[in-house]
């Protein structure tokens, strides 16, 4: 389940519809998410966990060719820290704030099966009317079912899909192809918790590929 939360995660930066022109540009800067997570278990540790793993705000810088640095701004002492995507590699890394290795994940394998998807009515995030979009997954190890959904603006900023074609666990690049811009919400229902991403603020900018350096002075394990 640890390998599907990190796989997960990864969803939380970009999704897109609408029908782009051969010179539109990708959207490149800086998004930033309110996070609220919803427990649905009596276990009062496991609840705490996931609350203090995902903490309540992340910042999500995009750089001009689809990579991606996720920042975990107030996440807990065992919470995520960072997590990266490199557009050109499909490698996924990720570290936590109370782990002194970066894991590395291979986001080309899918390490769920696919179930159903569909499309929802659209709702109102940011002062956007946002369609929406949800893909029901299954955890093959677990059997625990999760669904995805993702609300997502019009004719606003602009995500090319190709960039994340090599993106194909949680069906991302299914997602991408469907959307075409950053989500403004993304739902990760499970049946122990809710994970709510929600766009707060959106800063076009210039994102410099350093964002992306992974630290030579921390080893590196795989997933």
Do not use: W
Not at 50 to 72: A, C, D
Not at 83 to 89: Q, S
Not at 91 to 115: A, C, P, Q, W
Not at 161 to 184: I, R, S, T, V
Request: a neutral charge.
């Amino acid at each position: 389940m640890q390998k599907t939360n990190l796989l997960l995660i990864f969803l939380f930066p970009l999704l897109f519809n609408c029908t782009p022109s051969k010179k539109q540009t990708s959207f490149e800067g800086t998004l930033t998410y309110k996070i609220t997570v919803t427990p649905h278990t009596n276990d009062e540790d496991f609840n705490e966990r996931q609350i203090q793993k995902y903490g309540k705000l992340s910042k999500v810088q995009i750089t001009k060719n689809g990579s991606l640095r996720r920042e975990f701004m107030v996440s807990g002492p065992k919470g995520f820290d960072y997590l990266l995507y490199n557009a050109a590699t499909g490698k996924g890394y990720t570290k936590y704030r109370n782990m002194d290795t970066i894991i590395e994940s291979n986001s080309n394998e899918n390490s769920l099966h696919f179930v159903s998807e569909k499309d929802l009515p659209a709702k109102i995030i940011h002062g956007e009317s946002c369609k929406g979009y949800s893909i029901l997954c299954n955890e093959p190890r677990s059997n625990q079912s999760i669904l995805l959904t993702y609300y997502y603006p019009s004719n606003k900023e602009y995500l090319n899909p190709e960039f994340y074609k090599l993106y194909k666990d949680g069906f991302y690049d299914k997602a991408m192809q469907k959307m075409q811009a950053p989500f403004y919400q993304l739902m990760m229902e499970m049946p122990t918790h809710t994970v709510i991403f929600e766009i707060e603020n959106i800063e076009p900018g210039t994102v410099k590929d350093e964002v992306l350096t992974i630290p030579s002075d921390i080893p590196m394990v795989g997933l």
